[in-house]
C-alpha cells in the first residue's frame, strides 16, 4: 500500500465523517480502498500510451489526481475483452448514449470504435434509432405521467403473451 501522509488521511477522514453524517466512522484501513493520488499519474500515463500507442492531447487537460482512477475504470470495461459483452456491443451502447446526450466527441469516436470492432453500417444506424426510440417512449411515458405500476401489469402480460 502506498504511504499516504497525515494531511491527505485525515482530509479524507474528514470527508468520510462528512459523508457518514453524526455517525462516528471507524472503517479499517486494510479493508477501505484508498483513492488513487496524483503519484500513479506518471504509471498511468505510461500505460496509456501502451495501451492506445500515443496519449491524446485532451489528458493533460484532466486532473492529476483524477487520471488514475479514470483510466482504470475505462481500461477495465470499455477497453477489455474479458467482460460480459463483447467489444461491438460496448461500442454500439456507447454510441447510442453519445448520440442522445449528444457528444460530438463520442459520437465520432463510438462510431470509429464500432467499425473497429466489427459493426457494419446497418448495425450503427440501427443502434441510433434503437436509441431513438427509447428516448421517444421515455418522453411520451414521462410526459404524460404513465402510472408505472400499471404500465408493470400491462406490459408483464403483453411480454409473456408475446413469446
Known sequence: MPAYDAYTFASFRRTM?????????TIPLAIMPLPAFADDYDATIQD???????????????PKAGLPGAWSELKAIEFSDKTALPPKTKA??????????????????????AKQAGATDQEIQEAVAMAALTRHWSTIFNGMQVDFETFKK????????AK
Do not use: H, N, R
Open 17 to 25: 465523517t462528512v459523508l457518514a453524517g453524526a455517525a462516528a466512522l
Open 48 to 62: 496509456i500510451q501502451k495501451t492506445m500507442g500515443g496519449v491524446p492531447s485532451f489528458i493533460s487537460q484532466f
Open 92 to 113: 454500439l451502447i456507447s454510441l447510442a448514449v453519445a448520440a442522445q446526450i449528444p457528444c460530438t466527441y463520442c459520437i465520432w469516436a463510438d462510431t470509429q470504435s
Open 154 to 161: 400491462d406490459l408483464g402480460g403483453e411480454m409473456s403473451a
